[in-house]
């Protein structure tokens, strides 16, 4: 297997496709790594639309505007994001696609009828990546955009999401929404066009993790995996380490000590995936993000200029 | 810092629940939590929702399995008892429906509905209230001590604790009988006319769904009506375990920035809802030995490395942000919140060694515990 340069990964193959979606297990730099892509897309010149979809806003912080629910924000000229709500994906569904804006009204604004449409198994996940392909198509302007980041859920609920088009077309039931949700399901298996991204740290458990849930989503065919991201990695041509830690004045020892360790762990784990990961027949390639400490809030160039010029094997 | 409010905790509650957003290390600090009180002699129940799954492997747990006892061997001495199970969704499901439907006809038609095999891991939540409702079974049972849940992380530990509310709701506005069954019957007696308003909303959420979709799901929600009821049941015994007072919450941060906006929304939600916040963990910080080297440097200069720079950083932004987190949260100056710094472990708690090892963190003094 070709484990491909990452800069490559990074600059052609990965922002040629309209959808990213971002996830991993809990804790690994979801978010961090999706609003730096989108920022990165954005400064290539593709209008770019980063989305999360959550009860408290996690991108607001790295963007420097704060996400009201819903509210399709401007972070620069090419640059946008939203935290999707999936109940008001749902009335922009029924008014605007549907044109049923009448309906929507005398219907869905009915207290018990919201309940009730939450409970359809299924229904928040459909209206959510309806929205985010809908985004990617024209308007009644003509405008879209050209690339959709969506910080995604972690692991489990990842998976969740993006079984769901799969999982209500498989039950067999059909109707107006049916061949929508089949549209949507397409669409997401299309590795041309839609592509996720497991972000990982360099602890054990994660790996191992990552590499399962690499294997799952695989296996389901929901949706590509587009690259493994290892983030928080201890590299060593970043400040020449093991030259560097012998630098350290003797005061900190246990600092030494601590680093000395989590260069190790680091060696060791990315020895591990990348092992994997050139085992697999088309498997995704590999990048390190590497351990800043502390994460500039809001990201600014100067981080990104050393988060993505340091991608390395 | 003093921790022995944990042991305190751990000594008066039969109930602790834990929260906290991902990838802070909330299963391993239930786990050091429950080995702990396991080690002061008590019989320890704990369940977890989402370990991973080589340190459930680790310690002999396998999905959906029922209660099973970790045992410790020498050197790692336990005088009381744990017992684990790993939750798993779909299987915990199908076991309500068996429990809770009014006849095995009914069960049968609920598991190989469609929708159900289709989305039954999606149906409003189920698997953090069926966390609840084993919850409730081993709190009844009275064979344990201490119970202690590992929550889902974060906005979903959030609907989880609200769960038996909403469930209350849905009963209450009696959407089952309002909405569904006049809809349900006129579909079945194939009247064409719609006339109760009822039946006009379905009407209308079928132009959305397409007809078809929406009898199946009607049908599906009738069927499971009398489920629903079964875990209304549970629901109102569930809240009084919740809300009494031996039951305590815990809330596990790490050490960063956005870890801290996290647990002060869950923190908040706690207050909203009118549960107590017992205390604070701050997982994965900076060993103490580091930062006090860090504060004790006699000026910036030794500092000026690149790697001791990113160490200062991270000291400041733990050491600011703890502060701030605790004040916020200590506003109102009769309830001071505990907390306890948990520094980083030098590898991961993969096993039953590391473990037995990461469960002194929670003891007032672990040199002296380790010599019992």
């Excluded at chain 1, 809908?134 to 692991?155: E, K, Q, T, W």
């Excluded at chain 1, 039950?171 to 949700?181: A, F, H, V, Y």
């Excluded at chain 2, 941060?253 to 916040?277: C, E, I, V, W, Y």
């Excluded at chain 2, 980083?344 to 708690?349: D, L, R, Y």
């Amino acid at each position: 297997m070709i484990n491909q340069s990452m800069k490559e990964i990074y600059r052609n193959k990965l922002l040629s496709h309209k959808l990213i979606m971002v996830s991993g297990k809990g804790g690994t730099g979801k978010t961090l790594v999706a609003a730096s892509l989108a920022k990165l897309a954005a400064e290539q010149g593709k209008r770019v639309l980063l989305a999360e979809s959550c009860d408290s806003t996690q991108l607001s912080p790295l963007v420097g505007l704060n996400l009201a629910s819903h509210q399709q924000t401007q972070i620069s000229s090419h640059l946008f994001a939203i935290n999707l709500n999936s109940r008001e994906c749902f009335r922009e569904y029924v008014e605007d696609h549907l044109g049923l804006k009448q309906l929507y009204r005398r219907v869905f604004n009915h207290r018990i009828m919201k309940s009730f449409v939450e409970a359809i198994p299924g229904l928040n996940e459909i209206m959510i990546l309806g929205k985010i392909c809908n985004s990617l198509r024209p308007d009644s302007d003509g405008h879209c955009f050209d690339m959709v980041i969506l910080d995604a859920p972690a692991s489990g609920h990842f998976y969740g999401l993006v079984s769901t088009p799969d999982a209500i077309v498989s039950s067999g039931l059909t109707g107006p929404l049916m061949s929508e949700i089949n549209k949507i399901r397409q669409y997401l298996a299309n590795p041309e066009l839609c592509t996720s991204l497991l972000v990982a740290i360099p602890e054990a458990l994660v790996i191992n993790e990552t590499l399962e849930f690499l294997e799952k989503l695989q296996q389901s065919k929901f949706i590509s995996v587009g690259g493994v991201l290892l983030n928080r990695s201890y590299l060593s041509n970043e400040n020449r380490f093991p030259q560097a830690i012998a630098d350290i004045p003797d005061q900190f020892s246990a600092a030494k000590q601590y680093l000395q360790s989590k260069f190790d762990s680091f060696q060791d784990q990315h020895f591990i995936l990348q092992n994997k990961l050139n085992s697999l027949e088309d498997g995704p390639g590999m990048a390190c993000l590497p351990e800043f400490g502390v994460i500039p809030e809001p990201l600014n160039s100067a981080f990104q200029h050393r988060l993505w010029e340091h991608c390395k094997h | 810092m003093n921790n022995d409010w944990v042991r305190r905790l751990v000594n008066e509650k039969q109930v602790i629940v834990l929260l906290g957003a991902g990838g802070v290390g909330k299963t391993s600090c239930s786990l050091g939590l429950a080995l702990m009180a396991a080690r002061q002699g008590k019989r320890v129940g704990l369940l977890s929702i989402d370990p991973a799954r080589r340190l459930a492997a680790a310690l002999g747990l396998a999905p959906g399995q029922p209660l099973k006892e970790i045992v410790f061997k020498e050197p790692c001495l336990v005088r009381g008892q744990l017992f684990a199970s790993m939750l798993n969704p779909k299987e915990v499901f199908d076991d309500m429906v068996g429990k809770y439907a009014p006849d095995q006809e009914t069960a049968q038609k609920i598991l190989h509905h469609r929708l159900y095999i289709a989305a039954s891991s999606r149906l409003a939540g189920p698997a953090e209230y069926m966390a609840l409702a084993k919850l409730q079974e081993m709190v009844s049972g009275e064979q344990f001590d201490l119970v202690i849940l590992d929550t889902p992380p974060d906005q979903q530990a959030l609907d989880f604790l609200s769960k038996p509310d909403i469930l209350a709701n849905f009963r209450e506005n009696k959407v089952m009988n309002w909405l569904i069954m006049p809809f349900h019957m006129a579909n079945k007696m194939g009247m064409g006319k719609l006339f109760s308003v009822g039946e006009r909303l379905m009407g209308g959420l079928a132009r959305v769904t397409g007809l078809e979709a929406l009898r199946n799901l009607a049908e599906f929600l009738i069927l499971i009506q009398k489920v629903i009821d079964g875990f209304q049941s549970v629901g109102a015994r569930i809240l009084q375990t919740l809300k009494s007072s031996g039951t305590g919450f815990l809330l596990v941060s790490s050490g960063q920035n956005n870890s801290f906006r996290s647990s002060a929304t869950l923190a908040k939600h706690l207050r909203d809802q009118s549960f107590p916040l017992n205390g604070v963990l701050f997982n994965k910080c900076l060993p103490v030995d580091i930062s006090e080297s860090i504060d004790q440097a006699p000026d910036k200069n030794c500092l000026a490395h690149p790697w001791m720079d990113q160490l200062l950083q991270r000291s400041e932004q733990e050491k600011n942000g703890i502060r701030n987190f605790l004040m916020e949260l200590n506003r109102n100056p009769l309830t001071a919140t505990e907390n306890l710094i948990i520094p980083e472990q030098k590898g991961c708690i993969h096993n039953k060694e590391s473990l037995y090892e990461f469960s002194f963190a929670f003891c007032p003094d672990p040199a002296a515990e380790s010599k019992v």
